[in-house]
């Protein structure tokens, strides 16, 4: 009866969109896989380069927040963002779930992927990968955790179109609507955006 009960809400979490926080604690070194409608995009984190964002990371992965989510902030020549559940109720959840900050390990060049943030300890779930020298964004302290190790041209060729006028980025404070109404908003008036379709941990 309890393998029946679990499986019932495993089943329930999936059909709200999501699974729940787990905060689980990552590998040392992992790879993800970035299924795209592009193609696909291989991440490879390192955990002693920024151990929250690692962690929170490997968090989302698992929990499946990325499928179906929309590259929404990507800008030619200097990054893809993404990282806003496609449905309110889940990225509602995460939401609030900030983690510390980490000290910038690893500068910001083409293909490091980090956390945006608008304030100090205040990461969550928004990602961006860099497509070109970012490194000065060293200073203001966003940590790398990975690096893309297969995909810069999928990377490269995510589209961009729109900008920042999809969303923008945090400090924006032009993304309430992704939150209010997730895919739906943004498949209205942005339908060309590229999204991810799934992202998985590799073996």
Same mark, same amino acid.
């Given at each position: ?36 409608? %592009? ?11 920024? $151990? ?23 800008? %030619? ?10 449905? $309110? ?15 910038? %390990? ?98």
């Amino acid at each position: 009866m309890r393998q029946l009960a679990g499986a019932l809400a495993l089943t329930m979490m999936v059909a709200v969109g999501g699974f729940e926080p787990a905060d689980a604690a990552a590998p040392r070194e992992f790879r993800v896989r970035l299924d795209t409608s %592009k193609g696909p995009i291989v991440v490879d984190v390192h955990r002693d380069w920024a $151990p929250h964002g690692a962690d929170r990371f490997y968090d989302l992965v698992t929990a499946r927040y990325f499928d179906d989510s929309r590259f929404f902030r990507v800008v %030619k020549g200097q990054w893809a963002q993404f990282g806003i559940n496609g449905e $309110p109720a889940v990225a509602a959840r995460w939401r609030g779930r900030t983690i510390p900050d980490d000290p910038v %390990k690893q500068s910001n060049v083409r293909g490091m992927v980090a956390f945006a943030f608008a304030e100090p300890n205040a990461r969550t779930t928004q990602v961006f990968i860099g497509l070109r020298d970012n490194s000065s964004l060293d200073a203001q302290g966003f940590a790398p955790f990975g690096r893309v190790s297969q995909g810069m041209d999928v990377a490269d060729a995510l589209n961009s179109e729109y900008g920042e006028t999809a969303g923008g980025g945090i400090r924006a404070g032009r993304q309430q609507q992704l939150f209010d109404s997730g895919n739906a908003y943004l498949d209205r008036e942005f339908p060309r955006l590229d999204r991810i379709i799934q992202a998985r941990v590799l073996p």
